[in-house]
C-alpha cells in the first residue's frame, strides 16, 4: 500500500536550523492529513494536521503545507530543537476514518 | 491532558492462543481504532469502531481477530487463535470524531 510516501528514510538537521520533512500521496480522496511524531517504544503522538481546503496550518514551530495539485505535504519545523529527535510519519484519511501512514522519517537533530 | 492508555505493555504468547488487548480510550470520544505495527514496518489499519459496532475494518482483521466495548470505558482487542506472524506493535487510538486520533503507548506482542 503505497497510498502516502515519505521518500527520506532519515533527516539530519542542526539545532536552530529548519527541519523539512516531505509526504507525497496518490489518493486523490484524502482530504485530511496529519503529522505524528514517535519516539522508540511509545505510541504515535499527535503534532499537526490540515484539512484539503486549506494550504497551511500554523502551530508554534511547527507548519504544514499543501500542495493539492502536486500532492504533496511538507512539515516545517522551526527552530529545531534537540527534543524533535524523533520519527515523524505522515498520514492521511478520506472521510475521516482510518488513517494511511507514510514509512515514516527519522529527524536527528544535532546540537 | 487526557491520554489513551494500554495494558498490557507487553504480551508473550505461544501460537495458537488467544490473547485480548485492553484499551481505554479518552473519555468523551467516540470513535476508536486499533492500529498495528510489524517491525520495521508501516503502521496499519486494523478496524474501527463507532456507536457499538464496527464502522471499517481491514484485509488484515480477518475471522481471528474481534472487538468489543465490554463497559463504558473498556475497549478491547481480542485474537483467537495466534499465529507467529501477529507479532507486532498494536496501538489503541480514539478520536471526537474531528479526524485527530490520539494514540495509547501500544502492546508489544510476541508470539512464540
Known amino acids: 500500500d503505497q497510498q502516502v510516501k515519505q521518500n527520506s528514510p532519515s533527516l539530519s538537521v542542526q539545532e536552530g536550523r529548519i527541519s523539512i520533512l516531505n509526504c507525497d500521496y496518490t489518493?486523490?480522496?484524502?482530504?485530511?492529513f496529519l503529522w505524528y511524531k514517535k519516539y522508540p517504544a511509545e505510541g504515535p503522538t499527535f503534532l499537526i494536521s490540515i484539512s484539503s481546503i486549506k494550504d497551511k496550518n500554523e502551530d508554534g514551530r511547527f507548519t504544514v503545507f499543501l500542495n493539492k495539485s502536486a500532492k504533496h505535504l511538507s512539515l516545517h519545523i522551526v527552530p529545531s530543537q534537540p527534543g524533535d529527535s524523533a520519527v515523524y510519519f505522515c498520514a492521511a484519511s478520506a472521510g475521516g476514518n482510518k488513517l494511511v501512514f507514510g514509512a515514516g522519517t527519522i529527524l536527528r537533530v544535532k546540537s | 491532558e487526557p491520554e489513551v492508555t494500554q495494558t498490557p505493555s507487553h504480551q508473550v504468547t505461544q501460537m495458537g492462543q488467544e490473547v485480548i488487548l485492553r484499551c481505554v480510550p479518552i473519555?468523551?470520544?467516540?470513535?476508536f481504532y486499533w492500529y498495528r505495527q510489524i517491525l520495521g514496518q508501516k503502521v496499519e489499519f486494523l478496524v474501527s469502531f463507532y456507536n457499538n459496532e464496527i464502522s471499517e475494518k481491514s484485509e488484515i482483521f480477518d475471522d481471528q481477530f474481534s472487538v468489543e466495548r465490554p463497559d463504558g470505558s473498556n475497549f478491547t482487542l481480542k485474537i483467537r487463535s495466534t499465529k507467529l506472524e501477529d507479532s507486532a506493535m498494536y496501538f489503541c487510538?480514539?478520536?471526537?470524531?474531528?479526524?485527530?486520533?490520539?494514540f495509547g503507548p501500544g502492546t508489544r506482542l510476541t508470539v512464540t
Open positions: 487510538a480514539s478520536s471526537s470524531g474531528n479526524d485527530e486520533q490520539y
Open positions: 473519555s468523551n470520544h467516540l470513535y
Open positions: 489518493n486523490s480522496m484524502f482530504d485530511y
